[in-house]
């Protein structure tokens, strides 16, 4: 394991490295932003390509099928054009676009063709054409022809001259503009009707002009949907180079700044914070430490400039968690200790009071009891006796429980077949469908003789219990409902707690007041659930537990 004087070494030597790594890496961030920015804003000239570039993917086989290849298509599409694929006998094989203009042509007609922006290539068995089309050319046919014949345009070509934002526009013999229907755009200038469009990328409109036998002319313009220059882009590419590589270098600068800062109290903090442990536990605090100029916050390790003291804060750490589990422990202990001297001296005081009373009384010689009176002393006695015994049974039980001394003997019970041994007068039993449930016999009767003797205890006399059974697919589920008058919210959120009861002789009812404590505990043992629900109408037990 290296020491510390080396690990400060190695991260000094670390520091200079991972400053010059992030002066390349700015770097050639700056020019990645700037190809991408160029890729997206500047088109992808279809003139510029060479057939060293297409001649191993231009054509794509498959089987009898020839094809042109996608990105040929796109590209075609971008430069608005279309691309023919012919043999070398000049035979058409595959085109671009939805329609062919040179289908119909000879040999001699597509030679002579000639149409500023053809370019054909040289591809092994092929020659590929590209032919420049005019999206303005369908409009400006018909626009001629409607102005030439009816002097206006008709609606439903204005409305097409409206979905392509397109104009016509009248030019007199002075080159004035006298009328423009559809979108209104910049006047033009005579010269620039002249202007070959040879890039497409470069020009923002299409135009198509014609005399008119008056001596003006129509004109029909267009936006241009593959105008993409390259001059506007490429400026702001280098804007945009420009501001992150001095940006970059802003920041790493005062990156610089506070890296000297760190470097200078890679001591000071450290030794600080681990003093401070230290302090909070001579004053018996053993929580963790959580400060963000410390730990991380997600995960809460230490940062990079503690790491040095990381095995010191390892060991107070695990020292704080000593200390606070002795403390817990004593804790509850004691709690315990007072829990089980409070509970044991309430639930025996009342017996042996009475057992004290009535011996003092048969002991005494002022009075001459008949037969019958001692009987009746005799048997409260007795009743008092054999309460104290279940009362230790009960207390040895639930610490057995608890200390899992109880091993469970699971066996699969039909609970159509056994559970109907609960029901009797008041009790009536219902299982939905064949159900196996896997539990230690003796143990769920315990659990169900303590809930429906409780069930039976507290509702008025005439009134039902009713036992259901159902299988939910992942948890078979038992329920004990009654009709009593209910249970306040206040015991029904202490009803599983050893004690809570407290055991008063005098009351009508009987039992310890640890049977649904050991219930509770019985259904953990077995991996399952209980929950209570009680209201004005009853209370309904509902048991869970997994199926097999």
């Known amino acids: 394991m290296m020491k510390p004087a080396g690990k400060l070494s190695l991260r000094f030597v670390s520091y200079f490295i991972i400053f010059y790594l992030l002066i390349i890496s700015g770097f050639i961030i700056s020019l990645v932003f700037f190809a991408i920015f160029i890729n997206g804003h500047v088109g992808d000239n279809i003139h510029i390509m060479t057939s060293s570039e297409i001649k191993d993917d231009a054509v794509v086989e498959s089987g009898d099928s020839i094809k042109i290849a996608d990105y ?39 030679m002579a063709l000639k149409r500023p922006g053809m370019h054909t290539w040289e591809i092994p068995n092929y020659y590929l054409l590209f032919l420049p089309t005019s999206p303005v050319q369908p409009l400006f046919e018909e626009a001629f022809q409607d102005w030439k014949e009816k002097g206006q345009i008709p609606s439903e070509l204005l409305q097409r001259l409206q979905d392509k934002k397109a104009s016509v526009e009248i030019y007199n013999e002075q080159w004035d503009r006298v009328e423009v229907i559809g979108e209104r755009y910049k006047k033009l200038h005579k010269p620039q009707l002249l202007e070959e469009k040879y890039d497409i990328f470069e020009h923002k409109e299409f135009t198509q002009n014609a005399a008119l036998e008056d001596g003006s002319t129509l004109v029909v313009r267009m936006p241009n949907p593959s105008y993409k220059p390259f001059e506007e882009p490429f400026n702001k590419a280098m804007v945009l180079f420009v501001s992150i590589f001095f940006g970059g270098h802003i920041f790493l600068l005062i990156g610089v700044i506070f890296l000297s800062i760190s470097v200078s109290r890679q001591f000071v903090r450290p030794l600080v914070y681990v003093i401070s442990r230290i302090e909070r536990l001579t004053q018996f605090d053993y929580s963790k430490v959580k400060d963000r100029k410390i730990h991380h916050r997600k995960t809460g390790e230490l940062k990079r400039k503690f790491k040095l003291f990381q095995p010191v804060d390892e060991s107070i750490n695990n020292l704080s968690e000593r200390l606070s589990s002795n403390e817990r422990q004593i804790k509850q ?11 044991l001296s309430h639930d025996l005081k009342t017996p042996l009071s009475s057992i004290y009373g009535y011996s003092t009384m048969l002991a005494s010689e002022d009075y001459e009891w008949t037969k019958e009176e001692m009987r009746v002393f005799a048997t409260t006695m007795q009743e008092k006796a054999t309460y104290m015994d279940a009362l230790i049974q009960d207390l040895t039980y639930t610490y057995q429980i608890k200390n899992k001394a109880i091993q469970l003997e699971k066996v699969l019970l039909p609970l159509n077949v056994w559970l109907p041994q609960f029901a009797d007068e008041q009790v009536s039993v219902k299982v939905y469908g064949d159900i196996m449930l896997e539990a230690d016999e003796l143990l769920l009767k315990r659990i169900l003789d303590n809930l429906i003797t409780n069930a039976k205890k507290y509702t008025p006399v005439g009134t039902k219990v009713n036992v259901e059974a159902q299988n939910l697919g992942k948890e078979i589920m038992l329920t004990i409902a009654d009709q009593g008058p209910g249970i306040p919210q206040e015991e029904l959120d202490n009803l599983f707690e050893r004690y809570y009861r407290g055991t008063n002789t005098t009351d009508d009812t009987t039992g ?19 929950s209570v629900q009680s209201g004005a109408e009853g209370t309904v037990f509902v048991l869970k537990f997994n199926c097999k």
């Open 72 to 110: 040929l298509v796109k590209r075609a599409k971008e430069n608005v054009g279309q691309l023919y694929l012919l043999n070398q006998s000049m035979n058409i094989v595959d085109y671009t676009g939805d329609t062919c203009e040179l289908c119909g042509m000879t040999d001699n007609e597509i």
């Open 333 to 343: 202990v004691e709690q315990l200790r007072e829990e089980w001297i409070t509970g």
């Open 512 to 530: 310890t007041g640890l049977g649904l404590a050991i219930t509770k505990q019985l259904i953990d043992l077995h991996d399952g659930t209980i």
